[in-house]
């Protein structure tokens, strides 16, 4: 994907700001296009994931002709994508009920449900599941025996040392299926006091339908901490619009912010606004981020995002979602490894125990920072000057 220019990346956020209000049953005045290319806008919308959003309120924005055709065939070839999605939300999480794996479905369709009274509402995505860490074994036979199978790069097995440094250290899994991708985590970020335990975001989860079927997801409270402070929340005005609709049930802004959550509303609000009913105690807490942070924010926005991005955030900008979301020792200690040896360092070595296992991984990883460091100085010095290429993925 390409990156954003300046002129559409303010239209698609005015836009937003006015479908947000439109579905909160406001007045919608015009947002002026400055002339901006409809195929520009349009690839805006797709880098910020929003084209449900703007296109269930077309008519009431005035779309221009040439967006609103792009974003109906959007929405042509995203509609079996969203049915199969949920078909294999519902499959999926009764399949690990049923085995007694209690389990969260999360993101995706529970949270447009939750917030909209639509699966729809956001698009397309992967199934999100939640499950208690020392379940993780089981849920792992249970999906792959149902036919999902770990990605490429990714095939590591129960009772090898990948397994277990990626269980202890990481917080999900990525599952390929033909009808959706699976995405099963044990932690909602992988420093794990960020959030409360399973067992307690269980005992609090609310029911949602999918269809004639329902399943069980956080509850609302928990969903705003965690997409606050959610490595991704910042990279896409889609996590920022969930945000704001979560806002609109003022009951979970009567308990307390963590200081992400702060951030990211902060974050919301200067983007794609919050709702009318936010306390002024809130916005109060609010106004004391620092407008540097939110200048910073802004230019990840403009960013181009890769087609095989596959969410989070890498290098320094993840460390510094992971530092902000930290509220233990356990919780650094995280950090750090997630340095220096990654859960996904582990995914090629072949070993039974760490002795040999960390050894390999911590030589793979170097060798990999040495070919990086070695194109850069490459392309360094046919430049003649400072690289200035955008940054990749953290090894």
């Known amino acids: ?101 209690g389990v969260l479905a999360f993101k995706g369709q529970p949270l447009a449900v939750q917030t909209t009274g639509r699966a729809d509402a956001r698009g397309p995505g992967d199934v999100d599941l939640l499950v208690a860490p020392d379940r993780l074994d089981v849920a792992h036979r249970v999906l792959t025996g149902a036919g999902w199978r770990l990605r490429e790069g990714a095939r590591i097995e129960p009772g090898s040392w990948a397994w277990r440094h990626v269980g202890r250290w990481g917080n999900a ?65 889609r996590t920022l619009a969930d945000l704001r609709r979560l806002c609109r049930d003022e009951r979970i802004l009567e308990r307390p912010l963590r200081p992400a959550a702060v951030r990211s509303l902060a974050v919301a609000r200067a983007t794609v606004g919050l709702p009318a009913g936010v306390p002024a105690a809130v916005h109060a807490q609010l106004d004391r981020t620092a407008p540097r942070f939110l200048e910073r924010v802004a230019r990840q926005h403009a960013v181009a995002v890769p087609a095989t991005f596959a969410g989070g955030a890498g290098g320094l900008i993840g460390v510094r979602h992971r530092l902000a979301s930290s509220s233990s020792v356990t919780d650094l200690q995280h950090t750090a490894v997630a340095l220096v040896l990654p859960a996904h360092a582990a995914y090629p070595i072949d070993a039974r125990t760490a002795w040999t296992g960390v050894p390999r991984a911590l030589a793979r990883r170097a060798m990999t920072a040495l070919r990086s460091l070695r194109r850069v100085v490459g392309r360094t010095i046919r430049r003649g000057g400072p690289c200035a290429g955008p940054p990749g993925r953290a090894a």
Do not use: K, N
Request: charged share 20%.
């Open 173 to 237: 899994l990525t599952y390929a299926g033909q009808g959706a991708d699976v995405d099963l985590h044990w932690r909602l970020e992988i420093t794990p006091d960020a959030h409360p335990p399973f067992e307690v975001l269980l005992g609090r989860a609310e029911q949602v339908a999918l269809g004639v079927s329902s399943v069980a997801t956080l509850s609302r409270y928990d969903a705003l901490r965690h997409l606050a402070a959610h490595r991704e929340g910042w990279v896409w005005l």
């Open 1 to 101: 994907m390409t990156a954003p220019g300046d002129a559409a990346l303010a239209v698609v956020t005015a836009l937003c700001r006015a479908a947000l209000a439109a579905e909160e049953g406001l007045p919608v005045e015009p947002v002026a296009l400055d002339g901006t290319d409809p195929r520009e806008l349009f690839a805006t919308v797709q880098r910020h994931r929003v084209e449900e959003l703007l296109a269930s309120y077309a008519g009431v924005l005035g779309l221009p002709d040439g967006l609103v055709r792009h974003l109906d065939a959007w929405r042509a070839a995203a509609r079996q994508r969203t049915l199969l999605q949920a078909l294999e939300t519902v499959r999926a999480w009764e399949l690990l009920d049923r085995a007694g794996v």
